[in-house]
């Protein structure tokens, strides 16, 4: 475990602090503090130590269900910004980890406390020259293709009923990768926008899915399932697909399932089933789920119940993250995990969906959708391809 000072990407060109989910009143005024890093060759449990961390530094999450007990206030601690892998994710969830990781240099948890302050800006004059190199892919077409047929097997054996697959791709860049990374977090409908930054690391940000938000002592999750063109013919499209809608109601209960782990017995809820949103050129279904949350539930109980989230991992999630470790030829990285704010009363974490992650490099890119035994290999690797697209075409600066 690494426990360090504050400090800024000692070998990436420094930027605003811009952490997703932060007050957007104070973004661009915020200076750190202090720092938590940790790997998951360093042992131990990453949900007890971002708590223990946070209430070191101010900041108590041992019981959600009180409010925040005072007002936000200009000065002092703003709160922190919260990032766990994937990878620690299903640590947590007690699956298998084996997929080797394409971006080691990145943590599988960080907990950045922030003051309010004067943030440092970038260095006046114009941006480096930027290059991004093609994408080369962990898995081609096909071998994704077959990934979903072996999904399929197994959901006729009765392994699984829904597993989420995802794809890797990596890029070299020269310049500087973190006004590419901000132009991300900019795309619209980013309810996550924002970039989280280390030393010689960096996480991009452009999610549009709530993966857990603790407000007032009340649990929200907002499972996003079910991907068509942004026109009209592919809204109406998604709105009649059978096989998109029992996709996302399947996700739906397993998200009930684990709020109804953490909340006050019969308050879970769900509103707004298979809404549709629109993220960049893409329509988006969503769901709402509450609930009220169990008296006592503190940060690390809550991060072992929602992590990983069960739109990235699939049903029964234990079975689902078994299968994706043995299926999926990379680790997930950045992507899938969590990103988001915590200050004692409030948690508001985003799903790393829609994320890229730079190293001293490379960029990295992630995507991928769920499965189920009425998938087609095609139109899934095409799904993909199609949620990558404004992801690589907003990092090359098109």
Not at 275 to 285: K, N, P, V, Y
Not at 370 to 376: F, K, P, Y
Not at 388 to 395: N, V
Request: hydrophobic residues 40%; charged residues 20%; aromatic residues 4%.
């Amino acid at each position: 475990m690494r426990k360090v000072g504050p400090y800024g990407v000692e070998t990436l060109p420094q930027m605003v602090v811009n952490p997703p989910a932060a007050p957007a009143r104070c973004r661009g005024g915020l200076v750190e503090r202090a720092r938590l890093q940790w790997r998951r060759s360093d042992g131990g449990d990453p949900a007890a130590l971002a708590e223990e961390f946070l209430a070191a530094h101010g900041l108590p999450l041992h019981d959600l269900s009180r409010p925040g007990g005072r007002q936000h206030r200009s000065t002092g601690a703003c709160g922190a910004a919260l990032y766990l892998s994937a990878a620690a994710g299903a640590l947590l969830a007690g699956a298998p980890t084996t997929a080797t990781d394409p971006t080691p240099t990145l943590p599988d948890l960080a907990v950045v406390v922030y003051d309010h302050g004067l943030s440092p800006t970038p260095p006046p004059g114009p941006p480096p020259g930027w290059r991004l190199d093609d994408w080369t892919e962990s898995w081609t077409p096909r071998q994704h293709a077959d990934a979903v047929d072996a999904v399929r097997a197994a959901i006729g054996r009765g392994d699984v009923y829904q597993t989420n697959l995802v794809g890797h791709a990596a890029a070299r860049y020269t310049g500087d990768p973190l006004p590419a990374l901000n132009r991300l977090a900019a795309l619209p409908g980013a309810r996550y926008g924002g970039v989280l930054t280390g030393d010689g690391w960096a996480i991009g940000c452009a999610s549009p899915e709530t993966l857990i938000e603790v407000t007032d002592g009340h649990l929200t999750t907002r499972p996003i399932k079910g991907t068509r063109p942004a026109t009209t013919a592919g809204r109406a499209e998604l709105l009649a697909s059978a096989k998109e809608r029992a996709e996302h109601i399947m996700i739906v209960d397993l998200e009930r399932n684990d709020l109804a782990q953490i909340a006050r017995t019969g308050t879970v809820t769900v509103d707004d089933l298979f809404a549709i949103r629109r993220w960049c050129d893409l329509w988006q279904a969503e769901s709402t789920v509450r609930a009220a949350v169990a008296h006592g539930l503190g940060l690390a109980d809550l991060l072992r119940a929602t992590c990983p989230g069960g739109s990235v991992t699939g049903a029964p999630k234990l079975a689902a993250l078994t299968q994706i470790g043995a299926l999926e030829p990379v680790g997930r990285g950045a992507s899938m995990g969590a990103l988001g704010w915590v200050t004692p009363g409030r948690v508001d974490l985003g799903l790393t969906i829609r994320t890229a992650a730079a190293d001293t490099e490379k960029l990295h890119t992630w995507a991928g959708g769920g499965i189920t035994w009425d998938s087609d290999p095609a139109a899934e690797v095409a799904e993909a391809a199609a949620k990558t697209a404004p992801i690589r075409a907003t990092l090359a600066g098109r």
